[in-house]
């Protein structure tokens, strides 16, 4: 499945490099302020490139969040 790979912080914008997608596939990226109880909510979608990779920035991270990649199942 996709992983997030890379991250990089420049002030409250995160960059991520998602790997290892579905080429050309649909993603959310979820997000939450506590890893152990739902609800994730969806950050933003996006899709992957025909790698199955995708580059994501993330505007206004600050405090404390959480993060996963989820795909849609076939």
Request: proline fraction near 4%; avoid cysteine; charged fraction near 5%.
């Amino acid at each position: 499945g996709s992983a997030i790979a890379s991250v990089s912080l420049a002030g409250t914008l995160l960059s991520l490099m998602i790997t290892n997608g579905l080429a050309n596939g649909v993603f959310n990226l979820l997000e939450s302020t506590n890893v152990l109880f739902t609800p994730f909510t969806t950050n933003q979608s996006g899709t992957f490139d025909g790698s199955g990779n995708a580059n994501v920035t993330v505007t206004n991270m600050g405090g404390d969040n959480f993060l996963r990649v989820a795909e849609p199942t076939p």
